[in-house]
């Protein structure tokens, strides 16, 4: 279970440093440069700590999916983004077979 935890703290770290990429205007940027270096070194770590009991392909899909869904909800929140109705509904797609990856890999299917 710690490793499930680790690796959904890992794929919100991925949103931080996906932001923080954006926001340093190709490291030109301190702030934005220096979270970018911490978030995604922090993300790589638990990604790679949770492998070691969630396999590979689970734990990348994840990582990903959670990293991905973050990030895009983050940019509509800010308006950095637009919304939209199925952009909302693919990210609650994305949610749902992540869900699906973490029932299906707990009874070992």
């Known amino acids: 279970m710690l490793a499930w935890i680790v690796l959904i703290i890992s794929g919100g770290l991925e949103a931080v440093w996906a932001t ?3 926001k340093s205007e ?3 940027k301190l702030w934005p440069s220096i979270i970018f270096v911490v978030a ?3 993300s790589m770590v638990g990604l790679a700590w949770s492998m070691r009991e ?3 392909g689970t734990a990348y899909a ?3 999916s959670i990293g991905a869904s973050l990030t895009v909800i983050y940019a509509m929140i800010t308006g950095s983004e637009p919304a939209s109705l199925i952009k909302v509904l693919l990210i609650l797609g994305i949610v749902g077979c992540v869900v699906g990856l973490k029932l299906v ?3 070992g299917a």
């Open 20 to 22: 923080a990429l954006g």
């Open 40 to 42: 995604v070194l922090s």
């Open 26 to 28: 190709g490291f030109t």
């Open 105 to 107: 890999s707990d009874s």
């Open 54 to 56: 969630i396999p590979t």
């Open 62 to 64: 994840v990582w990903v």
